[in-house]
């Protein structure tokens, strides 16, 4: 898990993108600015942050279309995960329940006070790397379950022809030529089949187990999720204490 997350904010009030990448910084996170919509959703293809700060109202693009792109457009599929923390200087439900609709994790009612944005970030931070270690979770049991599967077939397909040719056995005429033929092209064909279904799921089964191989890498249980973050929550704390002191 990377310990310092990027942070991309997209406001298109200077004094703001200055004060957070202050801020932010000093607190150990990776802060890249945008000051309009069009450079802040380049950014995010290019820089594929953890979290987007964003402004709701801003000229050209708004928050509010860079958010419906981000999550309901086919071209920024890769990137619909990134949670987004919206600010807004409105304080209507409405306007609340649209930003949850179009799929904002946070919202946040200016003018902030920078120790609930810090909470609010720790929070947004921890249910996405939660979600993340689920979804981790989900794709090994579907790799376990697939190579069940592959077993499975592998051992049907081979007892069925390996009884075949048993049943020959036991019934073959040694002195019918004709009778050899057969059961000769019939072990051949078998013997073939059986070997080339072995190698594809040979192959299958090599290529399943590395994909498991990279997701135990970065899989961790709950617990070690709670004790990363409680690490991370102490030192942020203290160091919240030394940049608001």
């Not at 981790?136 to 697939?146: F, L, Q, V, W, Y």
Request: proline letters at 2%; one cysteine or more.
């Amino acid at each position: 898990m990377n310990d310092n997350n990027k942070i991309l904010i997209i406001d298109d009030e200077r004094i703001n993108l200055e004060f957070f990448e202050v801020m932010l910084t000093r607190l150990g996170f990776e802060v890249s600015l945008a000051d309009n919509g069009e450079i802040g959703l380049q950014k995010v293809v290019d820089e594929q942050p953890d979290l987007i700060l964003l402004d709701n109202i801003m000229p050209g693009i708004t928050g509010w279309e860079i958010t419906r792109l981000l999550k309901q457009n086919e071209k920024y599929t890769e990137y619909k995960d990134i949670p987004i923390i919206m600010f807004s200087d409105m304080d209507e439900v409405k306007d609340k329940v649209e930003g949850f609709e179009l799929g904002i994790d946070d919202y946040i009612i200016k003018p902030f006070n920078f120790s609930e944005v810090l909470a609010r970030i720790r929070a947004v931070l921890r249910h996405n790397a939660l979600i993340s270690q689920i979804s981790k979770r989900e794709r090994r049991m579907a790799i376990s379950e697939s190579l069940n599967k592959s077993l499975v077939y592998f051992t049907e397909h081979l007892k069925k022809p390996v009884t075949d040719l048993l049943n020959d056995v036991k019934t073959l005429v040694h002195d019918d030529p004709e009778s050899v033929k057969k059961f000769a092209d019939s072990v051949i064909l078998e013997c073939e089949t059986t070997i080339s279904t072995i190698a594809g799921l040979e192959n299958e089964i090599a290529q399943l187990k590395t994909e498991d191989e990279e997701l135990k890498k970065t899989e961790l249980s709950l617990e070690d999720l709670d004790d990363h973050f409680e690490k991370h929550f102490k030192k942020w704390n203290e160091n919240s204490s030394k940049v608001l002191n």
